[in-house]
């Protein structure tokens, strides 16, 4: 479970540092359990992303709230809508997830918090092309900020995009954009079966080149 956390704790806490299913996968069978388990997790996450981000149900909503984003903010060269509209889906579908879990999302920062930190920091230096001496720090603060709770409520998510926004280097949301979220928690709650379904439709290339 940790070891599908690793790509995305990384973009936080140190993102030179870079963990690639070519590199995990020769970890995957080593006789140390929970270096074993971290590195299968890395290539799920991986494997997951790229089957995740092919789905035409993820790619027609992040062009829709592209869209939307773009017709809300001022003039924008950069990469705001597009970056945002493709975060809010899997945000969202968190939210949506997290609502019909009950008590699942208690059990997971349970479990996060039970992880050595150390332990996992140097198991992804051996997995990582370089090391980093800034996970094992981030896992407690990432327990204790418990940001997925946030996902629910408009405001707090709000919030918690731009500090996304900050990290990325990107242009803050002004606070209007908040109008938005209603209509999208709806788009996605509606999608959520096509969202989350094995047997993906890719989307077409066009398509994938004008969010790409």
């Known amino acids: ?19 690639r299913s070519k590199h995990a996968v020769q970890w995957i069978e080593h006789a140390d359990p929970q270096l074993a388990a971290v590195a299968r997790g890395i290539v799920q996450h991986h494997s997951d992303d790229a089957r995740f981000h ?13 869209v939307a984003i773009r017709d809300h903010l001022p003039p924008d060269d950069g990469l ?5 509209g493709h975060i809010l889906v899997e945000i969202l579908l968190d939210a949506v997830l997290i609502a019909a879990s009950g008590n699942l999302l208690e059990a997971y920062y ?8 150390a332990r ?26 418990r940001f997925l709770s946030d996902y629910s409520d408009d405001s707090k998510l709000l919030v918690r995009l731009n500090q996304v926004m900050r990290r990325v280097r990107l242009a803050t949301l002004p606070p209007e954009i908040i109008d938005l979220l209603p209509a999208a928690r709806r788009a996605v709650a509606a999608r959520r079966a096509e969202l989350l379904c ?8 066009a398509a994938l080149d004008v969010i790409l």
């Not at 705001?80 to 945002?84: T, V």
């Not at 349970?110 to 930190?117: E, H, L, T, V, W």
């Not at 051996?126 to 980093?132: D, Q």
């Open 1 to 19: 479970m940790a070891g599908t956390a690793v790509p995305d704790l990384l973009n936080v806490a140190d993102r030179g540092v870079r963990t």
């Open 80 to 84: 705001r809508p597009s970056f945002l």
């Open 110 to 117: 349970d479990a996060m918090n039970s992880i050595d930190p």
């Open 120 to 145: 996992l920091e140097a198991a992804v230096n051996l997995i990582a092309a370089r090391p980093t001496n800034r996970l094992a720090p981030l896992l407690p603060m990432f327990c204790r900020e």
């Open 198 to 205: 094995d047997e993906i439709d890719s989307a077409p290339a």
């Open 54 to 66: 092919e789905n035409l149900a993820f790619v027609e909503l992040s062009w829709q709230f592209t």
